[in-house]
């Protein structure tokens, strides 16, 4: 039996929600509400110490971080498998995953606060807002969340947050060879899982338009054939209630000026 306890926007809950499609396992949804602070509570945080999503249970063991949850879920569900099996590809696949979790996740915390959940927590009382991040645990994660709370657009840390996400595009847009049209070619691989809630961020955050075939054409047909796939609905699009999809895009197309500036600014 597994468990998977995700948030439906959350990107390292996407990347194991694809993979659990992708491989046709069965699953109990356990909803983590991160803005009512579903991640602090005590009996998850006995489960996921660092306060996060996702976390797997897996018949009673528990599993954390989202990249190690793939490779276990590689390891124990072999089929299909979506590791390249040649050592110099798999090397390869597991440096550009080990890119996007250092580099590329820290910025989704910051464009993603600082420009589409912002405004409600500004709405919201002094108490709950500083709830939005004193509680974190890792101190430069919560710092930054303070400062793009406070700051939004003008935050210092949104430069190199956007200039992360245009960096892992013109990755992919590089390494996407004539095989694809997966990161490490013809076979989807745990390389396109985690690089999808990212590359999906973008579009829910007015930057679509670096997706477009004319700017990115092999990131552009990754993006389409990711949305082909037969687990994209039920395990992604599907889970991503409206109106809060549209609160990311309200709140995005506010700041789509300075956001294009900063863009071609890099
Ligand atoms: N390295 C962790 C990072 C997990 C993470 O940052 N999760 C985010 C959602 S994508 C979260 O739970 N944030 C809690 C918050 O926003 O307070 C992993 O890969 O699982």
Redesign the pocket.
């Known amino acids: 039996m597994i468990e998977l306890y995700h948030?439906a926007f959350?990107?390292?809950?996407q990347k194991v929600r694809i993979v659990l499609g992708e491989k046709g396992i069965g699953w109990k949804s356990h909803e983590?509400d991160?803005q009512g602070g579903g991640?602090?509570d005590p009996e998850y945080v006995k489960l996921n110490p660092?306060?996060?999503?996702?976390t797997l249970v897996h018949d009673g063991r528990v599993f954390?971080?989202?990249?190690l949850?793939n490779e276990y879920l590689d390891d124990e569900f072999p089929n299909p498998p979506l590791r390249p099996g040649d050592p110099v590809e798999r090397h390869a696949m597991r440096l550009f995953v080990k890119h996007i979790?250092e580099k590329v996740?820290p910025a989704?915390?910051v464009i993603t606060?600082g420009i589409a959940t912002r405004p409600m927590i500004l709405g919201q009382p002094p108490e709950v807002q500083e709830a939005?991040w004193s509680q974190?645990p890792d101190p430069a994660r919560r710092a930054a969340?303070k400062s793009v709370i406070e700051n939004g657009i003008e935050a210092p840390e949104m430069r190199g947050a956007v200039g992360a996400f245009i960096g892992m595009l013109d990755e992919m847009e590089a390494t996407i060879d004539d095989r694809g049209p997966w990161v490490c070619g013809e076979h989807f691989s745990l390389a396109d899982a985690c690089a999808l809630?990212y590359v999906l961020r973008l579009e829910h955050l007015a930057m679509g338009s670096q997706l477009a075939a004319g700017v990115r054409p092999r990131v552009a047909r990754w993006f389409a054939e990711i949305q082909a796939l037969e687990s994209y609905e039920e395990m992604i699009s599907g889970q991503l209630l409206a109106p809060i999809l549209a609160m990311f895009q309200k709140n995005a197309e506010e700041v789509r000026g300075e956001l294009d500036a900063l863009i071609a600014s890099l």
């Open positions: 948030n959350s990107s390292c809950s983590i991160l991640q602090h660092n306060h996060v999503v996702p954390i971080e989202s990249t949850i979790d996740h989704a915390g606060y939005a974190i969340r809630p």
